[in-house]
T-cell receptor
Framework: GAGVSQSPSNKVTEKGKDVELRCDPI?????LYWYRQSLGQGLEFLIY????????KSGLPSDRFSAERTGGSVSTLTIQRTQQEDSAVYLC???????????FGDGTRLSIL | GQNIDQPTEMTATEGAIVQINCTYQ??????LFWYQQHAGEAPTFLSY????GLEEKGRFSSFLSRSKGYSYLLLKELQMKDSASYLC???????????FGQGTELSVKP
């Protein structure tokens, strides 16, 4: 597609459940990033994939969070045993290289009840 | 630690000029980005500075001084649609991840 695509756009789930968020980057973009934006807060870096290199996981807040990128394209962010503080908008971005501007998707709004 | 500061909110008048400042103290520096984010929408890329000086792109300009850890975004001929949050972000030397400021909420009044 023309832009970064994320699904679902909204997700409501009960505390303790696992969730999977999907990101389809811009075709040909080798770099993919996950951020989250809590209400009234700035964007917080989570994880970064660049080509076949080992991902930079330094922003993941706990071991309940994990992400993978299959075939150098689509990425899935998984949150296990969700907590209420996980409620946020999860944004995915991609770029044609680590030194190029990042282009964001519309995000997934996650609400934990 | 990483620290990026920008004003929380600003108000300006349609047709006027507004300058949004950003100061940063980070462990590395490999470029500064400005993004615009309308409520409920994705951030959209506005500008990028890696060397000192002014970058101009239509009604938007961005300035960088690396020695002072300072940048500003200048918006000219303000329009109502410019009401949005403006995000300052620094790319650290290691990898391509961005560290964002809290954003400046700009309100443009008639």
């Amino acid at each position: 597609g023309a832009g970064v695509s994320q699904s679902p756009s909204n997700k409501v789930t009960e505390k303790g459940k696992d969730v999977e968020l999907r990101c389809d980057p811009i075709s040909g973009h080798t770099a993919l990033y996950w951020y989250r934006q809590s209400l009234g807060q700035g964007l917080e870096f989570l994880i970064y994939f660049q080509g076949n290199s080992a991902p930079d996981k330094s922003g993941l807040p706990s071991d309940r969070f994990s992400a993978e990128r299959t075939g150098g394209s689509v990425s899935t962010l998984t949150i296990q045993r969700t907590q209420q503080e996980d409620s946020a908008v999860y944004l995915c971005a991609s770029s044609s290289g680590s030194n190029q501007p990042q282009h964001f998707g519309d995000g997934t709004r996650l609400s934990i009840l | 630690g990483q620290n990026i500061d920008q004003p929380t909110e600003m108000t300006a008048t349609e047709g006027a000029i507004v300058q949004i400042n950003c100061t940063y103290q980070t462990s590395g520096f490999n470029g500064l980005f400005w993004y615009q984010q309308h409520a409920g929408e994705a951030p959209t890329f506005l500008s990028y500075n890696v060397l000192d000086g002014l970058e101009e792109k239509g009604r938007f300009s961005s300035f960088l001084s690396r020695s002072k850890g300072y940048s500003y975004l200048l918006l000219k001929e303000l329009q109502m649609k410019d009401s949005a949050s403006y995000l300052c972000a620094v790319r650290l030397s290691q990898g391509g991840k961005l560290i964002f400021g809290q954003g400046t909420e700009l309100s443009v009044k008639p």
